[in-house]
């Protein structure tokens, strides 16, 4: 079923309309953009590309809108609704234009300032490498691996928020920066690796490691198995019990006075 022309004229001067409501949004956005203080790079760019989208939408309804009129007249009004469109388009083309380049004179020198930054890092890492090269011992050694420790907590957070900016100015990996943040990176693995060794070869024995101050020695016993059969159960429990009972009453009964009173009694009659 043929549509009726009429309509059809409608419904494209309508998606048409939507267009130029979508172009008016970009020169809106860019309103605000021109008087930011925090601009990034993806933004005129996004903006150019849904620029380029529309403007071929636009010219697709709008050609439509012109196979569907015969009269003169309107044929010359929609070559006036034609002009203002490519006149508006020039237009925030331009701006996008202006507003990249001032992007670009805002932040020319923040690579420079990231370069400082990574330096100092840089003399911070060789820090702490030198001071975990030449450590006191006892506890001192341990108080300044600490210390040590936290500042390169530091370093890595300033590591990670100099990254953060990089790809805002999207620095390659390759370049100087890049090449140089990696680097400081990967420092920072291997010493707090080689921190976290130096700490543990410094710290004290674990309680487990050290001898029991009372100087009980457990007998070393064979524990039997039990067969499974019930009326074996008694003998396999005395089994088990009997000798951790009579050892420890036999260290009771040693601990007792009356076993130096032989010695004592030989030693009175020796005299």
Same mark, same amino acid.
């Given at each position: 079923? @043929?549509?009726?022309?009429? $309509?059809?004229? /409608?419904?494209? +001067? *309508?998606?048409?309309?939507?267009? #130029?409501?979508?172009?008016?949004?970009?020169?809106?956005?860019?309103?605000?953009?021109?008087?930011?203080?925090?601009?990034?790079?993806?933004?005129?760019?996004?903006?150019?590309?849904?620029?380029?989208?529309?403007?071929?939408?636009?010219?697709?309804?709008?050609?439509?809108?012109?196979?569907?009129?015969?009269?003169?007249?309107?044929?010359?009004?929609?070559?006036?609704?034609?002009?203002?469109?490519?006149?508006?388009?020039?237009?925030?083309?331009?701006?996008?234009?202006?507003?990249? @380049?001032?992007?670009?004179? $805002?932040?020319? /020198?923040?690579? +420079? *300032?990231?370069?400082?930054?990574? #330096?100092?890092?840089?003399?911070?890492?060789?820090?702490?490498?030198?001071?975990?090269?030449?450590?006191?011992?006892?506890?001192?050694?341990?108080?300044?691996?600490?210390?040590?420790?936290?500042?390169?907590?530091?370093?890595?957070?300033?590591?990670?928020?100099?990254?953060?900016?990089?790809?805002?100015?999207?620095?390659?990996?390759?370049?100087?920066?890049?090449?140089?943040?990696?680097?400081?990176?990967?420092?920072?693995?291997?010493?707090?690796?080689?921190?976290?060794?130096?700490?543990?070869?410094?710290?004290?024995?674990?309680? /487990?490691?050290?001898?029991?101050?009372?100087?009980?020695?457990?007998?070393?016993?064979?524990?039997?198995?039990?067969?499974?059969?019930?009326?074996?159960?008694?003998?396999?429990?005395?089994?088990?019990?009997?000798?951790?009972?009579?050892?420890?009453?036999?260290?009771?009964?040693?601990?007792?006075?009356?076993?130096?009173?032989?010695?004592?009694?030989?030693?009175?009659?020796?005299?």
């Amino acid at each position: 079923m @043929t549509e009726d022309p009429v $309509r059809a004229l /409608s419904n494209r +001067k *309508k998606k048409r309309g939507i267009v #130029k409501a979508s172009l008016t949004r970009i020169s809106n956005r860019l309103d605000v953009l021109e008087h930011s203080t925090d601009l990034s790079s993806e933004e005129p760019r996004r903006l150019t590309t849904r620029l380029e989208s529309l403007v071929a939408e636009f010219k697709v309804h709008h050609y439509a809108v012109i196979d569907l009129i015969d009269d003169e007249a309107e044929l010359e009004a929609q070559q006036t609704i034609l002009d203002e469109h490519d006149d508006f388009v020039a237009a925030l083309t331009s701006r996008l234009e202006n507003l990249a @380049t001032i992007f670009l004179s $805002r932040n020319s /020198s923040e690579p +420079k *300032k990231a370069l400082k930054r990574l #330096k100092n890092l840089e003399r911070g890492l060789k820090a702490v490498q030198d001071g975990t090269s030449a450590l006191p011992t006892g506890e001192d050694g341990i108080c300044l691996l600490q210390q040590y420790t936290e500042q390169l907590t530091e370093i890595k957070a300033e590591s990670t928020d100099i990254r953060r900016s990089l790809l805002t100015f999207e620095v390659e990996d390759d370049s100087e920066l890049g090449l140089l943040l990696n680097h400081i990176e990967r420092n920072i693995f291997d010493l707090s690796l080689a921190i976290k060794k130096l700490l543990r070869a410094h710290d004290p024995p674990s309680i /487990s490691s050290r001898p029991d101050p009372s100087g009980v020695k457990l007998p070393k016993l064979d524990v039997p198995t039990f067969d499974g059969n019930i009326l074996n159960w008694k003998t396999f429990g005395n089994n088990l019990m009997y000798p951790c009972i009579l050892e420890l009453t036999l260290q009771t009964l040693r601990s007792l006075p009356i076993y130096a009173m032989p010695s004592r009694m030989g030693v009175l009659r020796h005299r």
